[in-house]
């Protein structure tokens, strides 16, 4: 960030996750101390202070064929906390606050997400009720609706034994037969398990 601030940059990006495996709130709270320092350094490299940095932060959503298929999604109300806290320490920050944004969306589309992204058969019913509910355009952030993504999950998973707790917010074991199984996505599964092992 130095060499780009001293070359005429103004503004940084810096994208992070929240929600990861293993993660606390002290981690989400470093992204703070870490875009104070990138202002710091550019003002240094830049000669002056009218330099800026954006910290662009997504909730993390476990996905297949990664080592993090078997994990538990954090719930809604860790990654509103977590991300709240940052926004909070960042604007704190006297020194360096002023030139810091933050940017994120809050929990619940990552819920939705993480329904799709792991989610079997049953999920299809789900799917379509959204959309019999007028459900379109969802991935806009205008046209999301998460009381209606909620209603038709609870409506047609009723009767199935599994709930939207059950395809996101659990973690699965290394026994457990997983939807996306059968497909050969070119990567073992027990090099993925033991990938996962090493994360924690």
């Known amino acids: 960030v130095s060499t780009a601030f001293g070359q005429g940059?103004?503004?940084?990006?810096?994208?992070?996750m929240c929600g990861l495996p293993t993660e606390t709130d002290d981690d989400?709270?470093?992204?703070?101390?870490?875009?104070?320092?990138?202002?710091?350094?550019?003002?240094?490299a830049a000669g002056h202070r009218d330099v800026s940095a954006t910290i662009s932060v997504g909730g993390f959503v476990p996905k297949?064929?990664?080592?993090?298929?078997?994990?538990?999604?954090?719930?809604?109300?860790?990654?509103?906390?977590?991300?709240?806290?940052?926004?909070?320490?960042?604007?704190?920050?006297?020194?360096?606050?002023?030139?810091?944004?933050?940017?994120?969306?809050?929990?619940?589309p990552g819920v939705v997400e993480g329904l799709?992204?792991?989610?079997?058969?049953?999920v299809g019913r789900v799917i379509e009720a959204v959309w019999r509910?007028?459900?379109?355009?969802?991935?806009?952030?205008?046209y999301f609706d998460y009381a209606r993504w909620?209603?038709?999950?609870?409506?047609?998973?009723?009767?199935?034994?599994?709930?939207l707790d059950w395809y996101t917010h659990r973690d699965r074991p290394k026994t457990e037969v997983?939807?996306?199984?059968?497909?050969?996505?070119?990567?073992?599964?027990?090099?993925?398990w033991a990938d996962y092992q090493e994360a924690g």
Not at 133 to 142: Q, T
Request: aromatic residues 8%.
């Open 133 to 142: 509910a007028g459900g379109h355009f969802d991935g806009w952030s205008e």
């Open 150 to 163: 909620m209603r038709c999950t609870e409506e047609a998973l009723a009767g199935t034994g599994v709930d």
């Open 64 to 108: 297949a064929h990664t080592p993090f298929q078997w994990v538990a999604q954090a719930p809604v109300e860790v990654i509103d906390t977590r991300l709240r806290m940052l926004r909070d320490a960042v604007r704190a920050d006297r020194a360096c606050g002023r030139a810091i944004s933050v940017r994120y969306h809050d929990g619940r």
């Open 178 to 192: 997983l939807p996306w199984d059968h497909l050969d996505a070119g990567l073992d599964r027990n090099w993925l």
């Open 28 to 44: 989400v709270l470093a992204i703070a101390g870490l875009a104070h320092r990138v202002i710091e350094a550019g003002r240094r």
């Open 9 to 16: 940059w103004r503004n940084v990006k810096l994208y992070f």
């Open 116 to 122: 799709l992204a792991r989610g079997d058969r049953r």
